[in-house]
């Protein structure tokens, strides 16, 4: 292996070997807590943009299988159609893998899509500082001496849900209930809990007017998805004239933070986010929670939500916003993937909560 260092903004240094792609590359660097789903995290669009460092120390270790698709042609392994981290960052690489379904190793995969990794860093060290100091720059560069101009790059300060949003329409068809579903940048399970449920899905770009388009539908889902919601802005405007419609609105991750800001609230960058799949949320109607999978960088500030909003589920750890619903029409969101993949499937009947109201 190559010697390689992870070069953070506030000047740190990490020393280690890089695996994947030879590729120097840079991003926002953030940490996730998961103990398995490498390859459908680093699928998750939501990651478009980062420098993903799993806080589980081994990675790597089940390989990677290949690509196979389910009945609606979606795929069962990936996320998405590519890994769209700009790199990943972990403790030790296993480069012995070991799984009855193992095509490949990690290795290998991320050389495929030209996706660098470095192994050997510190991560408990790394989680601590961006914990203490909140997620920073950074990049992962192979030769200090060759590559280290490479260039700086904020997520945040681009519209990266273009990036990875639906060019065009595409129609899922099911049964006779519709929905628009809003891509910013969703995961390929989302799209199957509603073909399970029986739901036609008209996937649509994250700028797409459905309304000027004259489709016939029944409620509206907004996605996950990447990025500062505020740079959002068409699809701000869209969710506002399904509000203005009393159309059933369903949110789910960027979807959430969007919602609540058609509705009037603000949203503000978290110090290190929220990502992995054991966040303990509570339902503050009945006081239950569940534990689950989160991907996100930034939330609702609770004191900003119009009268006619409310807080549903709240944060166990940080007490920030999981979840607003209006009082008295079809409108609720998470924070949270009720989806999983991967995760916990505690929240999966919010998918049925939806359909319910349609």
């Excluded at 890089?18 to 789903?37: N, Y």
């Excluded at 769209?84 to 012995?96: D, L, M, R």
């Excluded at 030209?114 to 500082?129: F, K, N, S, W, Y």
């Excluded at 709240?314 to 989806?339: C, M, R, W, Y």
Aim: hydrophobic share 35%; aromatic share 10%; net charge positive.
């Amino acid at each position: 292996m190559k010697k390689g260092r992870l070069v953070l903004k506030d000047g740190t240094s990490y020393e280690g070997y890089i695996f994947g792609a030879e590729k120097s590359t840079a991003g926002e660097v953030v940490f996730s807590t998961g103990m398995v789903g490498y390859a459908e995290s680093m699928t998750d669009p939501s990651f478009q943009g980062q420098l993903l460092t799993f806080t589980y120390p081994l990675i790597g270790n089940y390989g990677v299988p290949n690509e196979a698709l389910d009945k609606y042609k979606i795929s069962k392994i990936f996320e998405s159609d590519r890994i769209h981290a700009k790199g990943i960052i972990v403790g030790e690489y296993s480069q012995n893998y070991n799984h009855w379904n193992a095509a490949k190793s990690l290795s290998d995969w991320m050389k495929e899509q030209g996706i660098i990794g470095i192994t050997g860093i510190d991560t408990r060290a790394l989680t601590q500082l961006l914990r203490d100091k909140g997620s920073q720059l950074g990049k992962i560069i192979v030769d200090p001496v060759k590559d280290q101009d490479v260039p700086e790059y904020n997520p945040n300060t681009y519209n990266i849900v273009e990036e990875v949003s639906i060019k065009k329409p595409k129609v899922y068809q099911a049964g006779p209930k519709r929905i628009i579903m809003i891509d910013c940048g969703v995961k390929n399970n989302t799209i199957r809990h509603f073909l399970n449920r029986n739901i036609t899905v008209i996937r649509v770009p994250w700028d797409y007017d459905y309304f000027a388009a004259k489709e016939k539908f029944d409620g509206v889902f907004i996605s996950n998805g990447p990025g500062n919601p505020e740079m959002c802005v068409k699809t701000i405007e869209m969710i506002q004239k399904g509000f203005e419609q009393k159309i059933p609105t369903f949110g789910i991750c960027l979807g959430n933070q969007l919602m609540g800001l058609a509705a009037g609230a603000k949203t503000y960058k978290l110090r290190y986010g929220n990502r992995g799949q054991n966040q303990p949320c509570v339902d503050l109607e009945t006081g239950s929670c569940y534990m689950t999978s989160q991907n996100h960088g930034f939330a609702i500030n609770a004191k900003t939500l119009p009268k006619d909003w409310k807080v549903w589920f709240e944060n166990a750890n940080d007490k920030t916003v999981e979840g607003i619903k209006h009082t008295k029409l079809p409108f609720f969101s998470v924070q949270f993937h009720p989806e999983a993949a991967p995760g916990p499937m505690d929240t999966e009947n919010l998918f049925d909560k939806f359909v319910k109201i349609l």
